[in-house]
Each structure stands twice: as structure tokens, then as C-alpha cells.
């Protein structure tokens, strides 16, 4: 821990030469790991009901407005609907999702979720959340947006909407507004059964995977919601 | 005595004679069908009839009484889903007037040697006449218009022949899918976005559609413009098509008329015409054995949809084409055509000329003598011709075709085929941008349920993909046994 403070300074840069190097493998990056211990002493000390201090804890990756920040592997939070950010957090506090051992951002974040009081906390949270105004992220894939309107019309629409603006009745999260790179990665994680393996909305997910064969897929489709979003 | 008792119960066993029952105006269809029995005619006369009418006998006839051009007429107020739903064998319906309902004007369930005819159906929603998964039958002398997917939708069957019915104002005038030995012969099909359809739909049960005549139709000016509901794989179909044969095999093309439609008179192709999703292994995509005979075709292609154009322009030609094949493995020599000089056609430079001159010989694809009745021994064969009958007419594995795949069902349906059962019954619209789905009320609760099962077992290699699903892929592995 107190290698963790002395480091804290100057290992910015360091951490992002570490996490370009090894874009391949995910790796918890030095700051990012102070970052959570500063989050969780926020989390831990603050007052359930004030969203707005809370979230202290959360913008040193998700940023000041919920924007995300792919350097630190951060998704956007500000287009999600509120139903489906709840369940997340829900899940990542009780231990239904970053439980597995090769999700290591998702195990980053379950050990900050852990530390959120309790419901009353994560319900100021989200409202918070909800209250930061929607920005569409910025594109990073380059994916063919006329087959990916195809496969989505096809298959995804099913569930996430027209839009993808995501159907409550269906558990569907919204999909337009969520970064383009965090969805073809949580994607993949699904289709490894690395995420959805202890949650039963995430299994569906799990299941629906070989609906997309090929990653090109995945980025086509992933391309053609970024569209939607814009 | 044991003589006049033998007699006595040969007596008993006599069918009772087929008698006519009169419906009129202010009766119940439904109610005369379920006082039927095998044999009977139900004589519905002039009158307006607001109900959803489901056949599950053997043998029964309904045949409109039209009295100095009153009609009989069953009438959806865009409220009803289905008019008529047969799965009896031997199933005649003629003489009605169908109009407004939601998904279907006449829909066949698995029901064998059907006869439908002079039936005059406007605005039915989905489909207009639509006998799926059943053996030998005959659609004739219908009119139909405004449908939003399909006038006449032949769907997974055998031995049916299509003639001299008019299909205008509709999406689709006639599909004939995932079907083999077909004719469709002296239709007048107009003033739809696609005049005459041929193909297979991948991700269904039945997966080919071959040995299949498309002969003396008028297939004029298919320009109206798409209006399938969005996202569906109908909507995807370009507007101004005459004939399109898509994936299906040995299908011969002779005697048409084929003019004024604005992209193509005909379009011969593999399934990436429509979608790039047909991603089913068992579905052979390449239309093979394609027969082009003599047609009549001219004023094709003169305001093609853009992928087309484009075609043209790699051409330098400023007309579209009578034929269209340039879509990958359809430009084979293993497809023919007769006379091919008399057409602007792209994409049949490596075809041969037919050996064939004509189709005449085959005058008719009805089987001579009457299809069996599916034979039904088990409950496990029930259950399978009920999906096959009832619910892939909607639900196709993994893209959308009218309802959602069948694929995102086991999703979110994985371990509680219940939950599927009582949403049969009681389905309640979740979806924006689909229909709503029809109930299934009028199946048991135990046939429901058994459906429900037999649906989250389709394909369970996929269900393998999720190891904490083990319980269901066993429950599936017990079920095939």
C-alpha cells in the first residue's frame, strides 16, 4: 500500500506505456489501482444519500461527467438507462459479475463496488449518474455499418430496440451511447463466458453470442451503433 | 341375438352421413365447425362475421354462399389476428371475402391435401394465404391485396400447385418457401414490391427448396415500395423485382410475362441478395439448376435500386436488366436459359443453353391420390408438427422474421419453459417495432408447455455453449431419445 502512494506520482505515463504494450493482455495499471483505493475510502466514508459526493470515488476513471476513459478501460456511463447501471453495480457489489479470474477489469471494479454501503448508496449513485447530461462517446472502431445494420436488425434488435436504445421489459441494457471499444470487448467476454457466467441476464448474453461469429461481426455491428448514437 | 347385435354395432360404426350446415348472418362460423364432423359442408352465407375460426378436423369443407355479389364476409377490424387456422387434412375453404385482420387470412397448420380457392382477402396483415408445413395442395382463383409480407405464402411444403390467383398492392405477391415440387402457373402477379418469390429462408426446420415451375404468369410493373414492418427480412426485399429465386435448386422459369419492373425481371441469387445473416450450415445457399426457357420480357430495369445501378455502370450500360446474376455462385454454368440474346442481362455470361424446351409435361405437381394424414405416433412427434406447423411460420432460428429467432426465445427463456407455456397463452407486446404475438390459447396447457421445451431444444449444440446449462441440454438429450 505504501508502494502504492510513493508511486502514485509520475506513474501515469508509465501505466499507459504499460497498458499500450500489453493491449493484448488486460492489465491493472498502478495508478489505476490507487485510484480505487482512493475511491473506496470515499465510498466507504461518505454520505448514502449525496450521489454527488459519492461519485468523488468514481470519476478518477468513469471522469468528471461520466464520459469514461478508455485509457483506464472506463466505459461511459451517461447514456445507460438507470435500471440497467443499478443491476450493474447491484451485481458487482453482491458478486454475480467480476468474479472471474481472467476479468480483470471486471474484478477491478467489483472490489470498489464491495465498498459501496449499501442500496440507499447505489440508488444516489445512479441518480447522480443520471443526472450528468448524455454525450455520445467518440467513435474508435471502423467497422462496416451497412452489415452491421443487418446483423442487428436481424438479431440484436430483437431485444436492445430499433435504436438500441434497450427494452426494460426485456432486460436489455441500451447499447447506442455505450463506447464502442467496451462493447466489443464485453462481447468477447461473453462469448469466452468470462462475463454472464453467474448472472442470469448476463447467460443470455452467453447464449446469443455464436449469433455473431467472427469479431469482424462483432465490429460491424458494434460500428453500426455507434451510428445510432451519433 | 348375436347376429342383430353384430349388425347393430356395424350400424353404430357407419360414419354419420356428411350433412350441410347453414351459417347466416349473425351465427357463429366456429360454432357450426365444432358441430361438424368429417365430411360436412358449412355453407356460410352473405353477412358480416367478426371472429377467429380454428378447423382441427378431418374433412371439412367451408364454402362461402355468394348471392347476387353479396359475399360472406370475415371481418379482423385490424383487431383479430387470424381468420381461418386449419390443421385438419383435407381442408377445402372457398368463397369468402377476408379483410383487416392482423396476421393472417387463411393459415394451414400441417394439414395435407388442402384446397383453397376463390377467396378474395384485402389488408390481412402478415400473410394472405399461407399453408405451412402440410403436403399436396391446390391455391386457385383467389384475389389478394395489401398484404404486408406475402399475398400467397407456400411455406415448408410438398406437392402444391399456384394457379390463376391475382396478388397486387402487397409486399410480396407469391412466396413459395422452403418448398419442393411447386407449380405456379397463369398467376397475374402486379404492383407489388416483388412479384414472385422462390427461395429458402435459412434457420428453419425444412431446409431446401427445389423442383420448382414458375410458368405463364403475367409479372408486371412489381414497383410499389416496401412496406414490411422495419427490420423484418421482408423489408429488405428491393422494390421492383418481377421473379427472384433465391438459394433454391432445379427451378425452371418458362412462358412468363415479365415487364415494367423497375430493378429487374429476374433475379437469380444466393441468400446475400436479401441478408449476409444466413448463417445456418445446413441451408445450401447457391441457387443450382436454374432454368431460364422462353419468356417475354421487356421495359426491366429502368430505375433500378442502387446496387443494381451500380452493376450497370461497371457495364456502361444505362439500362437495368431483363435477367440479373451477377451475385456470386448464380453466375454458374450449371444454371441454362433458351434465346438468351433477347435480353439485357448481367451475370449469365458463363451459362449454357438449356437442353429443355419446355415444362409441358408436367401438367400438374398434386399427388394422384391423396397424401396420407401426417401420421402422428408418438407425443414427440405431435409436439414437433406443431413447432414445425405453427410457430416456425414466425420464429426462424437465428434472424427475425416475423417474431423474434428462436434464438434469443432460449436466452431469455433458458430454464423456464413454463414461462414460455403461459406467454403462449397470454402474450403480452414487448417488443416496439414487431407485431404483437397471436395467443395460442386454443393449445392445451400440457401441449404448450411441451412446445415450450421442444423450442429451448432446438439446436442445443448452442445450448452447450453455457456450461451452468447442463440440466436443460440433458433434458434435451433425454427428449430426442
Redesign the interface.
Known amino acids: 500500500m505504501i508502494i502504492n502512494r510513493l508511486l502514485l506520482k509520475g506513474s501515469v505515463v508509465a501505466a499507459l506505456v504499460l497498458v499500450a504494450a500489453c493491449s493484448d493482455e488486460p492489465a491493472v495499471s498502478v495508478d489505476s489501482q490507487a485510484a480505487a483505493e482512493q475511491a473506496q475510502n470515499v465510498l466507504a466514508s461518505g454520505d448514502v444519500n449525496d450521489g454527488k459526493q459519492l461519485y468523488v470515488a468514481c470519476q478518477a476513471c468513469h471522469g468528471a461527467k461520466g464520459g469514461g476513459n478508455k485509457a483506464m478501460n472506463a466505459p461511459s456511463l451517461v447514456n445507460q438507462s438507470p435500471w440497467y447501471v443499478k443491476r450493474q453495480l447491484m451485481a458487482f457489489k453482491e458478486g454475480r459479475r467480476g468474479t472471474h479470474p481472467d476479468d480483470v477489469y471486471g474484478q477491478q471494479m467489483a472490489a470498489i463496488a464491495t465498498t459501496i454501503a449499501d442500496e440507499a448508496a447505489v440508488d444516489s449513485l445512479v441518480a447522480y449518474v443520471d443526472s450528468l447530461p448524455d454525450r455520445a462517446p467518440e467513435a474508435t472502431l471502423d467497422g462496416n455499418v451497412k452489415?452491421g445494420a443487418?446483423?442487428y436488425?436481424?438479431?440484436c434488435?430483437?431485444?436492445h430496440?430499433?435504436n438500441a436504445e434497450g427494452?426494460e421489459?426485456?432486460d436489455s441494457p441500451a447499447l447506442a451511447g455505450v463506447d464502442d471499444w467496451y462493447l466489443a470487448r464485453q462481447f468477447e467476454l461473453f462469448r469466452k463466458?468470462i462475463r454472464g457466467?453467474?448472472d442470469k441476464y448476463g447467460?443470455?448474453?452467453?447464449?446469443?453470442?455464436?449469433?455473431l461469429?467472427t469479431e469482424e461481426d462483432v465490429h460491424n455491428v458494434v460500428s453500426y451503433i455507434q451510428s445510432l448514437a451519433e | 341375438m348375436k347376429k342383430i347385435t353384430l349388425l347393430l354395432s356395424l350400424l353404430l360404426c357407419l360414419p354419420a352421413m356428411a350433412k350441410d350446415i347453414i351459417v347466416k348472418d349473425g351465427d357463429s362460423i366456429q360454432a357450426a365447425v365444432n358441430e361438424a364432423v368429417s365430411g360436412d359442408v358449412i355453407l356460410i352465407h352473405p353477412g358480416t362475421y367478426r371472429e377467429s375460426v380454428y378447423v382441427d378436423k378431418d374433412n371439412i369443407t367451408l364454402r362461402g354462399v355468394v348471392v347476387e355479389g353479396e359475399w360472406p364476409v370475415m371481418e379482423g377490424d385490424h383487431k383479430l389476428n387470424d381468420a381461418i387456422l386449419y390443421s385438419g387434412n383435407n381442408f377445402t375453404v372457398e368463397w369468402l371475402k377476408i379483410v383487416h385482420y392482423k396476421g393472417n387470412a387463411i393459415m394451414g397448420q400441417s394439414g395435407n391435401n388442402y384446397v383453397i380457392r376463390n377467396n378474395w382477402v384485402v389488408d390481412t396483415g402478415v400473410y394472405g394465404i399461407f399453408p405451412q408445413y402440410g403436403k399436396n395442395g391446390l391455391i386457385e382463383y383467389n384475389v389478394l391485396s395489401g398484404i404486408e409480407d406475402a399475398a400467397i405464402y407456400v411455406g415448408m411444403c410438398d406437392n402444391v400447385d399456384v394457379k390463376h390467383n391475382e396478388v397486387f398492392d402487397s409486399v410480396a405477391g407469391i412466396e413459395i418457401e422452403n418448398t419442393r415440387h411447386a407449380l405456379v402457373e397463369n398467376n397475374y402477379a402486379h404492383n407489388n414490391t416483388a412479384g414472385i418469390l422462390v427461395f429458402i429462408t435459412p434457420g428453419l426446420p425444412i431446409k431446401t427448396a427445389y423442383d420448382i415451375i414458375v410458368r405463364d404468369n403475367f409479372v408486371v410493373n412489381n414497383n410499389t415500395p416496401n412496406f414490411g414492418a422495419?427490420?423484418s427480412?421482408v423489408s429488405?426485399v428491393p422494390v421492383g423485382v418481377g421473379i427472384v429465386v433465391m438459394a433454391a435448386d432445379d427451378v425452371k422459369i418458362e412462358g412468363n410475362i415479365i415487364t415494367g419492373n423497375q430493378t429487374a425481371g429476374i433475379v437469380i441469387t444466393d441468400l446475400a441478395f436479401v441478408?449476409?445473416?444466413a448463417?445456418d450450415k445446413e441451408s445450401e445457399p447457391n441457387p443450382d439448376n436454374i432454368k431460364v426457357l422462353d419468356n417475354l420480357m421487356f421495359n426491366n430495369g429502368f430505375d433500378p435500386v442502387a446496387e443494381v445501378k451500380a452493376a450497370m455502370l461497371t457495364k456502361f450500360k444505362t439500362t437495368g436488366p431483363d435477367i440479373l446474376a451477377n451475385i456470386g455462385s448464380a453466375q454458374e454454368p450449371d444454371n441454362c436459359i433458351l434465346n438468351a440474346e433477347r435480353y439485357t442481362s448481367f451475370g449469365i455470361g458463363k451459362w449454357s443453353k438449356c437442353e429443355l424446351t419446355t415444362t409441358a409435361d408436367v401438367t400438374t405437381y398434386l399427388l394422384p391420390a391423396d397424401a396420407a394424414p401426417r401420421e402422428i405416433e408418438t407425443d414427440a412427434d405431435r409436439v414437433a408438427r406443431l413447432y414445425k406447423g405453427i410457430c416456425a411460420g414466425c420464429h426462424a432460428y437465428?434472424?427475425?422474421m416475423i417474431g423474434?429467432?428462436a434464438?434469443?426465445i432460449?436466452?431469455?427463456y433458458?430454464d423456464n419453459p413454463q414461462g414460455i407455456a403461459d406467454y403462449l397463452a397470454n402474450p403480452v407486446k414487448?417488443?416496439?417495432?414487431?407485431p404483437p404475438m397471436p395467443s395460442q390459447g386454443h393449445l392445451s396447457e400440457e401441449l404448450r408447455l411441451k412446445v415450450a421445451e421442444y423450442m429451448l431444444c432446438l439446436s442445443p449444440k448452442?445450448?452447450e455453449?453455457?456450461?451452468?446449462?447442463q440440466g436443460q441440454v440433458a433434458k434435451c438429450e433425454k427428449m430426442s431419445k
Do not use: E, H
Request: charged share 15%; with cysteine; hydrophobic share 40%.
Open positions: 452489415k443487418d446483423f436488425s436481424m438479431v434488435g430483437s431485444c430496440g430499433p427494452n421489459l426485456l463466458g457466467a453467474d447467460r443470455q448474453m452467453v447464449m446469443m453470442a455464436p449469433a461469429p | 422495419p427490420g427480412i429488405k441478408t449476409d445473416v448463417s437465428n434472424l427475425r423474434p429467432p434464438m434469443a432460449q436466452a431469455q433458458y414487448k417488443r416496439p417495432d414487431f448452442n445450448l455453449a453455457v456450461a451452468a446449462n
